[in-house]
């Protein structure tokens, strides 16, 4: 088998189980936590989710959108997260993948159950959980959760295509940040 099959093999099957695992820790997590706060709480924090996946579906086509140069040029100069900017772009195909797929998708998925949660509290609230109220409360939060979701990632793409250096060199001083401060490694070392 070709050695970039392999390595995309590889990469497709540890992103998948990295999927995994990330999906059953925030649907657990944002499942435990809805259950013990009021509804309008709830609701914040699907649409913190929700914003989550806005903001990383607008990181992974803003790798795919910016050119390398202008990283390269900030990392001579030594600019704090240009290093880290050069890396991102170097790996677009994973870092959009990565943020687009795994986090957009997850956030997607989970603030659907976690909708479903917020719409049942505020259902039984209102009419002990007659159905129609159910129905009805479960049509609109989920359009306009929708609705906001789609718009949001629309709007992204185009700050996104329009100013990815921008964000590409932010996102890179937010992981040297997190890298020099936490000793978390993010990022694959360069060689």
């Not at 392999?6 to 497709?12: A, G, M, P, Q, T």
């Not at 700050?159 to 401060?181: L, Q």
Request: with cysteine.
């Amino acid at each position: 088998m070709h050695p970039r099959i392999k390595r995309s093999l590889k990469f497709s099957l540890t992103i998948a189980v990295i999927t995994f695992v990330l999906a059953a820790f925030f649907s657990i997590v944002s499942s435990a936590l809805l259950e013990q706060v009021a509804w309008y709480i709830g609701f914040i924090i699907v649409l913190l989710i929700v914003f989550t996946g806005i903001i990383f579906d607008m990181l992974g086509i803003a790798s795919t959108a910016a050119k390398e140069a202008p990283f390269h040029a900030m990392a001579s100069e030594k600019i704090t997260g240009a290093r880290e900017a050069v890396i991102i772009i170097k790996n677009a195909d994973k870092f959009a993948s990565f943020c687009n797929d795994v986090i957009g998708d997850i956030s997607g998925i989970v603030s659907g159950s976690a909708l479903t949660i917020v719409v049942l509290q505020v259902a039984f609230l209102i009419s002990d959980g007659g159905s129609t109220t159910q129905i009805t409360l479960s049509v609109l939060l989920t359009s306009f959760i929708a609705a906001l979701t789609v718009g949001g990632k629309a709007i992204g793409k185009y700050f996104a295509i329009h100013s990815s250096t921008n964000i590409i060199i932010y996102t890179g001083k937010i992981i040297a940040f997190i890298e020099k401060n936490f000793k978390i490694r993010i990022l694959p070392k360069t060689k």
